[in-house]
């Protein structure tokens, strides 16, 4: 074969990986290389409506069910099988490309990268997952980037390219709601990446403390979640979740938490300023930018 990965934060450090004769399609959003979007490639006639994807399943699963619609009316022509194997075999190389995936695809890469000393400088990269408020070591030169922190990066890395493939099949499908292309998210493809990654942190993310009966829906980062059409805030549960009943009381409770939490939206939105004119006052309401 004539493919070589592309050089990535890892290679520095691990060089170039002959890749082993055994590659999985595990790890890949292929996941099933008999199945093509949601088609039996050896009989397109039995069609599997499944989400390979992770952060938002319900949101992939009606993509392609929208998809599939197109498929059954014959608005999309049903590629042969010989196009449908190809097509998979091309994404789960590209795939390959991702340090993360190749992981979990490659026993050789697996073994490299366990077996190495990672050492990559905190500015080789710009995520979120990076905790930049110490970025100099004890000697005082830039320190390196924790092993998690190399993890959570690529991780990360490979995950939007999920969000891509998405936003791929919603094209295709002619779907109601547009997160991007395959090339780039746009605005709403970048908010729902960033509400994923979100919810994951999260989760992983639990105080020690409080692991006895917090949950990630016990977030108290809860406002920073809106709805993609109406721009509504989620509010934080007004007491533990695990002791929330939905008796009427708290559902009354965060009803009035919504109501708090649309008001100082509003006040955070619009001030007003005092104009005067001669010796009236006229208040001038602005919108802030």
């Known amino acids: 074969s004539d493919w070589k ?40 006639n039995m069609i599997f409506l499944r989400h390979n994807h992770n952060d938002y399943p319900i949101l992939g699963v009606d993509a392609y069910a929208h998809l599939v619609v197109r498929y059954l009316i014959g608005e999309i022509p049903i590629p ?95 779907y109601p709601l547009s997160i991007g292309t395959y090339e780039a998210l746009n605005e709403t493809g970048e908010t729902l990446y960033d509400y994923g990654y979100q919810t994951y942190y999260d989760r992983a993310h639990v ?26 805030p989620a509010v934080c549960l007004p007491k533990r979740w695990i002791d929330i009943n939905e008796g009427k009381e708290d559902v009354l409770e965060l009803i009035r938490l919504r109501q708090q939490q649309q008001q100082q939206d509003k006040n955070d939105e619009t001030t007003t300023t005092t104009k005067f004119v001669g010796q009236q006052q006229q208040p001038i309401a602005t919108t802030s930018q």
């Open 5 to 44: 990965m592309t050089d990535n934060i890892l290679t520095s450090s691990l060089g170039e990986v002959e890749f082993s004769s055994n590659v999985r399609w595990y790890g890949t959003y292929v996941s099933y290389p008999q199945v093509y979007n949601c088609l039996l490639i050896n009989n397109p």
């Open 80 to 174: 042969t099988s010989e196009e449908m194997t190809s097509a998979n075999q091309k994404q789960a190389l590209y795939e390959m490309q991702f340090p993360y995936a190749r992981y979990y695809m490659d026993s050789n890469y697996r073994h490299a990268w366990d077996n190495t000393t990672l050492v990559i400088p905190v500015s080789a990269v710009d995520s979120d997952c990076i905790d930049h408020d110490n970025d100099t070591a004890e000697n005082g030169e830039e320190r390196a980037l924790k092993s998690s922190e190399i993890w959570e990066t690529l991780k990360g890395e490979y995950e939007k390219y999920d969000f891509r493939i998405i936003a791929h099949i919603m094209q295709q499908a002619n």
């Open 207 to 232: 105080n020690p403390d409080d692991s006895s009966w917090r949950t990630f829906r016990d977030t108290q980062k809860a406002h920073k979640y809106r709805s993609l059409y109406t721009g509504t």
